[in-house]
């Protein structure tokens, strides 16, 4: 039987340079996609200086890139001059293969997005009136910047345990509302969300800040739902002597109605209280209060994508909202 040498791999690449032409031997994986960006940059924007600009690096970046770029193809792509940067015959040939590798560069990403789910399905969320009001709507318009058809459910619900009992048992992905405890949640905090005070027109109070005094003078309003009547109740408990609330309401709206009355002071959360009704007054409480509103999650399911894509989307927002609060 005849042996058959086989040669390595180095051994293969050397026999293909002493017997390929030269302009076969040019290496292409020297080439890198930065090269191509500052190519792409230069021809579009027509000098040095703007394309370092557009791309927020300095001028030599762009200069060593296009210079390390025209070295390994052997040709000159533009020709320099005091108006800026002009493409060669060769380097608008070239630039044509730039577009088109970009091209390729986006169509590779856009499959891999195909892959990971993230060009569909849809994120289920519980949530709080409040919340899809004020807090949802900025996060879902980013996700939808960068993924469009990814599809959104909302179920607004009103309780801790209507949130909890909806996300053990499937029925939502997500709950964007007041954080849940347990060992089976994962929680991802967002921002919190001070409780403040309404008052009525007629009552004159000279200052926004509410001291404990004010709050034994007038009829006190508060939420009749779990989370946000136990929370305000262990506040008002710390107080020197007891401190008994009026009116007890299921609406948000129902009790900024009843301060535009005058039928006493809401307490209530910054975001609940939106939009807040013309004559009524926003006052601190003399006390330190918030809810701490965040995503909480199955910690042992198995999320999808898209519910990674719409947490990026989520903690953006709050970031962009903390910085603006600085």
């Not at 109740?233 to 002597?241: A, G, H, I, P």
Request: a negative charge; proline letters at 4%; hydrophobic letters at 45%.
């Amino acid at each position: 039987m005849q042996e058959i040498d086989i040669c390595s791999i180095d051994e293969c690449d050397s026999l293909l340079a002493t017997s390929l032409p030269l302009v076969n031997t040019m290496n292409i994986w020297k080439l890198k996609l930065s090269q191509l960006r500052a190519l792409l940059a230069v021809a579009k924007y027509g000098n040095f200086s703007e394309a370092a600009l557009q791309l927020d690096v300095t001028q030599s970046t762009i200069s060593h890139a296009i210079a390390t770029l025209e070295d390994e193809l052997g040709v000159v792509l533009f020709l320099r001059g005091r108006h800026g940067a002009q493409l060669t015959p060769v380097g608008e040939r070239i630039l044509n293969h730039a577009q088109q590798i970009k091209g390729l560069l986006e169509s590779m990403m856009l499959a891999a997005d195909d892959e990971r789910g993230l060009k569909g399905g849809t994120v289920r969320i519980a949530t709080f009136r409040s919340i899809a009001t004020h807090v949802l709507p900025e996060a879902i318009a980013r996700l939808h910047q960068l993924y469009p058809t990814i599809q959104i459910s909302l179920i607004e619900l009103d309780e801790l345990y209507q949130l909890r009992q909806a996300l053990n048992q499937g029925q939502v992905d997500i709950c964007v509302a007041e954080m849940l405890n347990g060992d089976e949640f994962e929680a991802i905090h967002i921002l919190d969300d001070d409780y403040i005070a309404l008052l009525p027109p007629q009552y004159g109070l000279r200052d926004a800040q509410l001291t404990k005094e004010d709050l034994y003078k007038y009829p006190l309003i508060t939420s009749s739902h779990d989370s946000c009547s136990g929370r305000m109740r262990d506040c008002l408990k710390e107080l020197d002597k007891p401190l008994e609330v009026t009116y007890r309401i299921r609406h948000d709206s129902s009790m900024a109605s009843m301060v535009q009355q005058g039928l006493g002071i809401a307490l209530m959360t910054e975001l609940s209280a939106k939009p807040v009704p013309e004559g009524v007054r926003v006052c601190r409480l003399p006390f330190p209060a918030s809810r701490p509103i965040g995503a909480t999650l199955l910690k042992d399911a198995l999320h999808s994508p898209a519910i990674y894509a719409f947490l990026d989307a989520l903690r953006e927002m709050g970031e962009f909202s903390a910085a603006q609060a600085i």
